[in-house]
Each structure stands twice: as C-alpha cells, then as structure tokens.
C-alpha cells in the first residue's frame, strides 16, 4: 500500500503563496490518482483539488479556482498543490490522498479505502 507524507505548510500573510508536497511512497505514484481535503477547526472535511493517476485532468473545490494549481512529478513521486492569493479562510489542515488508477474528478467524493496522509496546517494571516 503507498504511504503519504505531506510537508509545506506554514503561517503566511492573506496574498502570499505556498506550495505543499506530498511524498508517496512504497508503491509507483503513477499508480495512483491524487488529491487534496483540508479541515478548519470546527468544519468538515472540504475538497480542494485532484489529479489523475496519468497527470492529464484535474478538478477543482469551488473555493480555490484560479487561486491553486494542482500538479505532479511522477519520477519524483510527488505532488505539489501550489497555493496563490491565500485568504484568512484557507488556513487548515491539509491532507493529501491516493486512490489505485483513479482520474480526477471522482476523487472529489472520499471513499473509505483511499490513502490519506497526517496532514500540513496551513495558517493565513489578515
């Protein structure tokens, strides 16, 4: 089964960047759809992004289009979630997820037997 380790996070100012990774490891990433939720205190697990196990769609959250790009390196076994215009309500949890040869949009909905990672806090300041 793949492993993921997610690393990135951090406090940055409303309008800054960052850009979160997730390392897979102990099965070939390429395998693998990927995808990213995020938790505030207090509030579900919300979707944020996803890409498929080929690289070649991805899907959004509402709340974070145009503002974060979804992307990976497959020799790299990672993937990156690159964060613009942060706002005050982005700042959560985030966790990265993997499910076996799955393409992009489903992975909008969690399923009982996806992969997560433990998570990068993500702080933005007003």
């Known amino acids: 089964q793949v492993q993921l380790g997610e690393s990135g996070g951090g406090l940055v100012q409303a309008g800054g960047s960052l850009r979160l990774s997730c390392a897979a490891s102990?099965?070939?990433?390429?395998?693998?759809?990927m995808g990213w939720f995020r938790q505030a205190p207090g509030k579900g697990r919300e979707f944020v992004a996803a890409i498929s196990f080929s690289g070649g769609t991805t899907y959004y959250g509402d709340s974070v289009k145009g503002r974060f790009t979804i992307s990976r390196d497959n020799a790299k076994n990672t993937v990156y979630l690159q964060m613009n215009s942060l706002k005050p309500e982005d700042t959560a949890v985030y966790y990265c997820t993997a499910r076996l040869f799955s393409y992009a949009q489903p992975m909008g909905v969690p399923r009982e037997s996806d992969t997560w990672g433990q998570g990068t806090q993500v702080t933005v300041s007003s």
């Open positions: 102990g099965r070939p990433a390429s395998n693998y759809g």
